[in-house]
């Protein structure tokens, strides 16, 4: 983890993102343990990100955690659905990764259930379907990544074929920041946002 915590602290808020294609991030539950890859991310770079919640440095309740140290864990409501972010620069940089999809490992009977009953990549495809199926809730906000309940084990990693740079979904109307490649994709994983069936491969994108 000591790595891990580093690299978060060293690196720009887009190398953070291609770096946690691949990582495994697990969730204690009183259900059991819940955990997957990382599949499909988004890098906002407030304060001049004008997609970012900090653009401008804006500084309100809701995104105090945005301005914290490298790791903190920052969730707000998008159209009733919790959405994950991890925060990737020194403390009073407001930069962050939002985790769009993973690749279930364990316990999937668990979320699966937490989905009602959702199977194969409706799962997890999705920021909110993967915050709901892995039982993430908003006491988690403002623990960090690395030592709460929902946390990186970067020992259970693995590592894509090939990364895709695609636009981020979902920015309209933002200028340069709507078409810049801040989306993060194990290519050919069927757990990515949006994804057709064609596009998918046998290996799903693992090395």
């Known amino acids: 983890m000591k790595k891990t915590i580093e690299f978060f602290n060293t690196h720009t808020t887009e190398e953070v993102a291609e770096f946690l294609l691949g990582m495994y991030v697990e969730h204690e539950t009183p259900q059991g343990n819940l955990g997957g890859y990382i599949v499909d991310c988004e890098a906002y770079l407030g304060p001049d990100d004008e997609a970012a919640h900090s653009y401008g440095m804006r500084d309100t309740p809701r995104v105090r955690a945005m301005y914290q140290e490298p790791g903190t864990i920052y969730l707000y409501t998008m159209h009733t659905h919790l959405i994950l972010n991890m925060i990737t620069q020194p403390k009073g940089t407001p930069q962050g990764v939002m985790i769009r999809g993973i690749e279930p490992a364990e316990g999937l ?48 990693r693995r590592y894509p074929r090939e990364v895709e740079r695609l636009p981020r979904i979902g920015i309209p109307n933002k200028g340069i920041w709507t078409d810049l490649p801040l989306r993060f994709t194990v290519k050919g994983n069927p757990y990515l946002s949006k994804q057709r069936k064609s596009q998918v491969v046998a290996d799903h994108g693992w090395q």
Not at 127 to 149: C, D, H, W
């Open 109 to 156: 009977e668990i979320m699966s259930r937490n989905r009602g009953g959702q199977t194969g990549a409706a799962i997890s495809d999705g920021p909110g379907k993967l915050v709901q199926a892995m039982g993430i809730n908003r006491e988690l906000y403002g623990e960090s990544i690395f030592t709460s309940t929902l946390h990186l084990v970067p020992e259970k």
